[in-house]
């Protein structure tokens, strides 16, 4: 469904995309008022993926500057959606935190009839301690429940089966991004009052910033955790010694060890490092050591013009110098 925020491009809004099941189809046409919000989580997911992981060896798919290029990324996705790694349960809760963001900035703007700001705020609040609700405050719960219906597949007794994990695994995966846009959820105020005193203040319910949505899911990712393929009543941790620790809503799970991400692997959809821009002083991920795996790098020098010591002349413009840097860039052999 991924495909779906490039394909057609505006001047087709419609439903028909192939990357789209059938079930995804009929809820597109039931509610076509929707398709600009299904293409913009699509597209604030893949983003967020990439911006998240500009630094790894696996980045998230092909290179960020083609971004409008989502079926691109979409083909890229093809063999990571169904690998079971932590790398597809990042892209399943990242993709499905975009479509209830999106869904709800829809409903906050107006543009739905179904859903709108919540309404239960409107009134209340502490006039004691000088604060009432007011303004718009974002109501997530449409947007959920259509992430729901939308993105998860309707599991019938796959209990026990050899694969039914992995089910199970998207399933929890896509719930975990939809739970990180609820948990950060926070107020906003406005002050009001003489001269900005702050005597009263309107507060409202927001969703954080995408961006912030996108690290919380990173830290899942960094810590998340793998499971047993075999799907007993519920999902079991792998290790056997932390079986008793319990799952989280918002942890993320994965059944399969990842590639190293290292070398081209065209059959797996891995296009590996080679050709990466490293950084020679890091320790990080992004660091030639660990981004090259070991296979060392190139130097080449590259010149930037830019402007530079701009001054604003009276009046009206603004004058500039040119000024040229070199500097060395570093890429993966
Ligand atoms: C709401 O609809 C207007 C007009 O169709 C559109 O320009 C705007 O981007 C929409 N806003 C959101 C958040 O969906
Ligand atoms: C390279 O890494 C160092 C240390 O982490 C950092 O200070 C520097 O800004 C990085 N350089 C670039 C070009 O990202």
Request: with cysteine; hydrophobic share 30%.
């Amino acid at each position: 469904w991924l495909g779906i925020a490039a394909g057609g491009g505006p001047e087709k809004p419609g439903c028909a995309s192939p990357p789209l099941s059938r079930r995804q189809r009929d809820l597109c046409e039931q509610k076509p008022e929707l398709v600009p919000a299904i293409r913009e989580g699509a597209r604030l997911g893949l983003q967020e993926c990439r911006s998240q992981f500009r630094h790894e060896r696996w980045d998230c798919g092909p290179a960020a500057a083609a971004a409008p290029a989502a079926a691109a990324a979409a083909a890229a996705f093809g063999h990571q959606l169904s690998s079971g790694t932590k790398e597809t349960a990042f892209i399943y809760a990242v993709t499905s935190a975009g479509l209830v963001h999106s869904v709800t900035r829809s409903c906050s703007a107006g543009n739905m009839t179904e859903c709108s700001c919540d309404m239960n705020l409107r009134h209340g609040g502490s006039a004691s301690e000088g604060w009432h609700w007011g303004g718009c405050s974002d109501d997530i719960h449409y947007g959920m429940s259509f992430s729901r219906r939308f993105l998860d597949v309707p599991v019938k007794n796959v209990t026990g089966k050899s694969g039914s994990g992995l089910v199970a695994m998207n399933l929890h995966n896509n719930e975990a991004g939809r739970q990180a846009v609820a948990k950060l959820m926070s107020v906003d105020c406005r002050c009001h009052g003489v001269s900005g005193s702050c005597a009263v203040k309107t507060c409202w319910k927001t969703m954080s910033s995408f961006e912030k949505i996108g690290r919380f899911l990173k830290d899942k990712y960094e810590n998340s955790i793998q499971i047993s393929d075999r799907l007993k009543k519920k999902l079991r941790r792998k290790e056997k010694s932390q079986r008793k620790i319990p799952i989280r809503k918002e942890d993320l799970l994965y059944v399969n060890k990842s590639p190293n991400y290292c070398v081209e692997d065209q059959k797996l959809g891995i296009p590996g490092t080679q050709g990466r821009e490293c950084n020679r002083t890091s320790d990080g991920p992004d660091g030639c050591n660990l981004l090259c795996c070991g296979r060392g790098y190139n130097t080449h020098v590259v010149r930037h013009v830019e402007r530079c010591e701009c001054k604003f002349v009276w009046c009206c413009y603004v004058r500039c110098r040119r000024c040229e840097t070199m500097t060395d860039v570093h890429t993966c052999k």
